[in-house]
Structure formats: C-alpha cells, structure tokens
C-alpha cells in the first residue's frame, strides 16, 4: 500500500507548536506534525507578525499538497508510526 491524507482534518498543537495532520497507509495511522516554523519553507507564511492558530491552520490548507509530498517522502525513507517535518525536510 502507499500512503494516503483521506481525512483532510489537521489540528494545531500547542505543546509542539506544530499542525498535526493523519495519514493512511492501509489500514495504519501515521501521525505527522510540521512544526510552524517549517511553514515559511512551504513558500507560504502566516499573516502577520504573531500569528495566530488558525493563521498556521490556514497556511497549511494553503500548502498541503506540498507538505503531503513531503509527508510521502519522509514515510518512504523508513516506516514509522510519528514524523515531524521541519524546515530541513522542505530543503531537498
């Protein structure tokens, strides 16, 4: 199986200050998380100079099919149950 975002939920989490969004890989759940930070790397950036949580929630829906790649690639260079992507994942 490969691994698929159908549910398009993501939530922002405030401990890792980072979006949390699911991905599928048949019948497993992979959770991933993008720290804000790495948002800016995605080419779109929150409004503002303190943005708020639906700023990075809005900057994500903005660059999703390019952080689900990210996500896809990450995912095929090990399998594992977490990932967080950071601003170096957007770099290769």
Known sequence: ???GFPNPSRS???ERNAI???GHDGMFEVRF???AAALAKTGVKPRGTV???ADYLAAFDSARVSIQ???RKAYAHGRQTSYVL???DFRR
């Open 33 to 35: 998380f993008i720290e």
């Open 86 to 88: 950071t601003a170096a």
């Open 51 to 53: 943005a708020s949580e």
């Open 12 to 14: 922002f989490d405030d």
């Open 1 to 3: 199986m490969t691994l």
């Open 20 to 22: 949390r969004f699911t």
């Open 69 to 71: 790649d990210v996500a």
